[in-house]
């Protein structure tokens, strides 16, 4: 399985980005979806997940209302819509997909695109 993150780039506070993360391989055993995001000099956190199969959907508390998980399934492809940027928002996103229904932390991910950054400016 390869996961191909896109869609970063450099936006001004209050603008919006969408990314995409492209699979490829066997997917049909990759049961949970995210995006986690890392920031210079702090942890990997949790941005949203996705669930495969039934479309249910978790955000971190302090993103929820601005940034929308999303999927197509035909492309395989995972979507991360934000809006209203804040310079906070700045970080590396990363794809993730688990073989787990449940994966309650990033070491329950199987597999990690490449990183996509989002740099937004005040």
């Known amino acids: 399985v390869q996961l191909q993150a896109s869609g970063g780039g450099l936006v001004q506070a209050g603008g919006s980005l969408t990314l995409s993360c492209a699979a490829s391989?066997?997917?049909?055993?990759?049961?949970?979806w995210g995006w986690f995001r890392q920031a210079p000099g702090k942890e990997r956190e949790f941005v949203a997940s996705?669930?495969?199969?039934?479309?249910?959907?978790d955000y971190s508390d302090s993103l929820k209302g601005r940034f929308t998980i999303s999927r197509d399934i035909a492309r395989s492809t995972l979507y991360l819509q934000m809006i209203t940027l804040k310079p906070e928002d700045t970080a590396v996103y990363y794809c993730?997909?688990?073989?787990?229904?449940?994966?309650?932390?990033?070491?329950?991910?199987?597999?990690w695109g490449q990183g996509t950054q989002v740099t937004v400016s005040s």
């Open positions: 391989g066997r997917t049909y055993n990759l049961y949970m």
């Open positions: 993730a997909a688990s073989t787990s229904v449940a994966p309650t932390t990033v070491d329950h991910y199987d597999y």
């Open positions: 996705f669930s495969w199969n039934s479309g249910w959907s």
